[in-house]
């Protein structure tokens, strides 16, 4: 038997061992098929050694009809996930057909209005395997602020998706939909890490991102859109590039042509406010920088000096 396959169920039996009080650290994931691209010693190098890639971005972020200055981190992680109740496993080892091997996406984003402070994150999960596994398995979302907080909850079914939407304003209440068979925006960011290849392109029904549905408080609902994949201006780099016509949006995403496909930045552009005057504005990320660490392992007072490496304040 090869050695990074002792290596790697060497690290499974150590994480099953881990107390329940560590229950939230990712534990190191087995090896999987590879997506179809690079190979699978290329993929396992990469994603397979008990780290998650971070990347800090400069963000300027559209809300209220100007522009605010902000940060935004995605960090990038593997993890063994229940195909049925769509959480981290706890002991994967003992799991048996459960368990599928998923590339997992924190996408954080905070930025100041006035005096209050935003802080939002959306979490994406969605399987290595996609010839098996085609489908991302759940995205969920949480938005914090001054007036209050709001949670929505995507899970894939065997019709499609259920979205639960939990939100502070009367109108919006607490709702369970049923949508249909379409594209997640949110999936885009892992399926671009997987296989850029496979991203949908021409005329696509998807569902817009859910930090733009809670910015907006629009329906959490289908559009239609249409999608392009094409060389960027940046030597080296892509473009995906996704169109609302009828919502009058364009978000563009940023990334490295070869693997691993590190996004480099994004740009979305919409009216920005309420009302039919309110200016259509351009919230844009730029990267920052980026490492790769087992980040769950640094969380001392003196770990602090990562967040410089990254550039970010030194308070979230």
């Not at 398995?137 to 914090?144: A, G, N, P, R």
């Amino acid at each position: 038997m090869p050695i990074r396959f002792l290596c790697y169920g060497l690290a499974v039996l150590l994480a099953a061992g881990c107390s329940a009080d560590r229950s939230e650290t990712p534990a190191p994931v087995r090896p999987a098929s590879a997506p179809a691209g690079p190979t699978a010693d290329a993929f396992g190098d990469y994603w397979y050694q008990g780290e998650a890639e971070l990347t800090s971005y400069t963000l300027e972020q559209a809300r209220y009809g100007e522009v605010h200055p902000g940060e935004a981190v995605l960090i990038f992680v593997t993890e063994p996930f229940s195909r049925r109740r769509h959480v981290k496993l706890d002991r994967p080892g003992q799991a048996g057909d459960d368990e599928v091997t998923v590339l997992k996406l924190n996408m954080t984003r905070s930025f100041i209005t006035g005096i209050y402070p935003y802080s939002m994150m959306a979490s994406v999960f969605t399987p290595v395997d996609r010839r098996t596994y085609p489908h991302t398995l759940k995205v969920t979302t949480s938005v914090q602020e001054w007036c209050g907080h709001t949670f929505t909850q995507i899970n894939r079914t065997r019709r499609g998706y259920r979205a639960r939407l939990f939100s502070y304003f009367e109108r919006e209440g607490d709702r369970d939909v049923s949508l249909p068979d379409v594209w997640l925006e949110d999936a885009l960011w892992t399926t671009i890490r997987l296989g850029p290849d496979d991203l949908p392109t021409g005329e696509v029904r998807m569902l817009p991102g859910t930090f733009y549905q809670r910015l907006r408080h629009v329906d959490l609902a289908p559009q239609v859109a249409t999608a392009s994949l094409e060389p960027a201006e940046e030597p080296g780099q892509r473009v995906y590039t996704v169109t609302y016509p009828d919502l009058g949006r364009t978000l563009s995403i940023r990334f490295r042509a070869a693997f691993p496909h590190e996004i480099e930045g994004w740009t979305e552009t919409y009216r920005s406010g309420f009302g039919p005057d309110a200016p259509v504005l351009t919230t844009r990320a730029d990267r920052k920088a980026r490492l790769r660490l087992d980040y769950w392992t640094h969380n001392s007072v003196a770990d602090s000096t990562w967040r410089a490496r990254l550039g970010l304040a030194s308070s979230p």
